[in-house]
């Protein structure tokens, strides 16, 4: 018994680790970079010896129950196994592997449609601004040879040469560029609510130029957005975004509100700024939802380094070139680098919840697999074992449909065991990954109830095959076998 689990266990080893070796090339192409260091998976030494080890363990385990059987001798038994119509030791065991792959592609099932319908509420959500036909790009002119008179002279040529490029409707500079994922996170004081240093509220925030919200399409709410004069000499100002002012002026108007940004605001210096307009939610990321920002000015606080955003009239990567062009003119010295579209961008932020849900969903499909292999096994061996009964209740007038109820009635008691049990393991599941869904409950009634629709057909699909063959069963044919 031992020798015949081995063989077997060896040929499904070997051609688990050539489907492997076939499959990494996808994984790691799929994967990209959302997972740190997963180009450098390979199957090694570890992974082979893992492999054999694990394919013992199995052949020996499974060979413990048939050779016990042997052990015990009860041959004469078996030699009378033909007229006997009640289920062994062995086919309870049978039944009882069954009920637990079917346990366990329910908990894989329902897991994948969580991922699943978590990835589709990303894809639709809206991300406050259309990144189609934008094009992002950096460019850092070094501190020592920029001063800030020379930076803001830099970015001023800068934009408006691309603007005045083919092929390009608007340009504008902004940092940290949206869907990156990059914050910059800032405390303030509200003037007409002013609090201590370590209870001041914390906000995102972001440094732009004219032109920002036209280039990306966030639309203005109240108030106006900044112009060439909001520099220097001018009284600073701030937009905000509405999750802004709805967060921190609840059931009033955001403009003309005057708050103080920094940690240490109030003890050197810092300026009140004065709030002068409200524009909609364009998030920063697209797996988050858009939180409170609020927008400097780039002339009155010129930092280092604003990334350039095109939007162009056809496909954003046309004019990569062009803007390569323009930054050299300016200065020949200065490298252009991280070129992407917005939609590049977005599809590189969904990679990791992307590379999650294909990956659980391959392992949901196999376990499927197994489950209607492995219903459709106990059941066809099931048929083979009560021909003679099956052959007696035909012969005795028993109906097609009333055989065919026989064999599913007793497909569907293992799938009602299997996915009783499989409910458990898919509640379970869903805690475990509460923290990489979004915008889908983890017990989502309605997915649980799907998935176990799934399992239901499935099983239903793997016992018609044994039911139909035992239906059909000559009765005189299985007597004289008998």
Request: proline content about 6%; overall charge positive; charged content about 15%.
């Amino acid at each position: 018994m031992l020798a015949e689990s081995l063989t077997l266990s060896t040929v499904g080893c070997a051609a688990g680790v050539l489907a492997a070796a076939a499959a990494m090339r996808w994984i790691l192409r799929l994967a990209s970079d959302s997972i740190p260091r997963i180009q450098e998976s390979n199957l090694d030494g570890r992974v082979l010896a893992f492999s054999a080890a694990l394919a013992l363990i199995t052949s020996v385990l499974f060979s413990l129950a048939p050779a016990w059987r042997i052990r015990r001798g009860a041959f004469g038994a078996a030699l009378h196994e033909g007229s006997r119509t009640s289920t062994d030791n062995s086919d309870r065991l049978r039944s009882a592997l069954c009920v637990g792959q079917i346990a366990l592609g329910l908990a894989l099932m329902s897991a994948a449609g969580l991922l699943i319908a978590s990835f589709l509420y990303l894809m639709r959500s809206d991300l406050g601004f259309s990144p189609e036909r934008l094009l992002s790009f950096s460019v850092s002119p070094p501190d020592q040879d920029y001063p800030q008179e020379k930076r803001l002279d830099f970015y001023a040529r800068l934009v408006e040469e691309l603007r005045n490029t083919p092929g390009v409707a608007s340009a504008a500079a902004g940092m940290p560029p949206p869907l990156t994922g990059s914050q910059m996170v800032i405390s303030f004081n509200i003037q007409e609510r002013p609090k201590g240093p370590g209870d001041r509220p914390r906000s995102d925030m972001a440094i732009v130029t004219p032109g920002y919200f036209q280039t990306l399409g966030v639309p203005l709410l109240e108030g106006r957005i900044f112009t060439e004069r909001d520099d220097a000499h001018a009284a600073p100002v701030i937009v905000v975004n509405q999750a802004f002012a709805q967060q921190f002026f609840p059931g009033e108007s955001a403009l003309g509100k005057r708050i103080e940004p920094g940690a240490t605001s109030g003890a050197g210096g810092t300026k009140m700024m004065e709030i002068v307009g409200v524009v909609g939610n364009a998030r920063q990321s697209p797996l988050k939802t858009a939180g409170p920002i609020y927008y400097f000015p780039f002339r009155q606080l010129p930092w280092c380094c604003p990334s350039g955003l095109v939007r162009t009239a056809g496909a954003p990567l046309i004019v990569s070139s062009s803007v390569r062009r323009v930054v050299t003119s300016l200065d020949s010295q200065l490298p252009v680098y991280d070129v992407r579209s917005l939609e590049e961008i977005r599809s590189s932020g969904f990679a990791r919840p992307r590379f999650q849900m294909l990956l659980l969903g391959s392992f949901a499909a196999i376990a499927l697999l197994l489950t209607v292999v492995g219903l459709y096994g106990v059941l066809a061996y099931s048929v083979i074992r009560r021909t003679r009964e099956i052959g007696v209740r035909i012969a005795l007038g028993a109906s097609r449909s009333e055989v065919l109820a026989l064999v599913l009635t007793k497909a569907m008691l293992i799938v009602l065991l299997g996915v009783t049990m499989g409910l458990a393991g898919a509640f379970a599941g869903g805690t475990l990954l509460s923290k990489m869904l979004y915008g889908v409950a983890p017990h989502d009634p309605l997915l649980l109830a799907t998935a176990c629709c799934i399992i239901a057909l499935t099983a239903a699909v793997a016992a018609y095959l044994p039911a139909r063959r035992a239906a059909s069963i000559d009765p005189m044919q299985a007597l004289r076998a008998e």
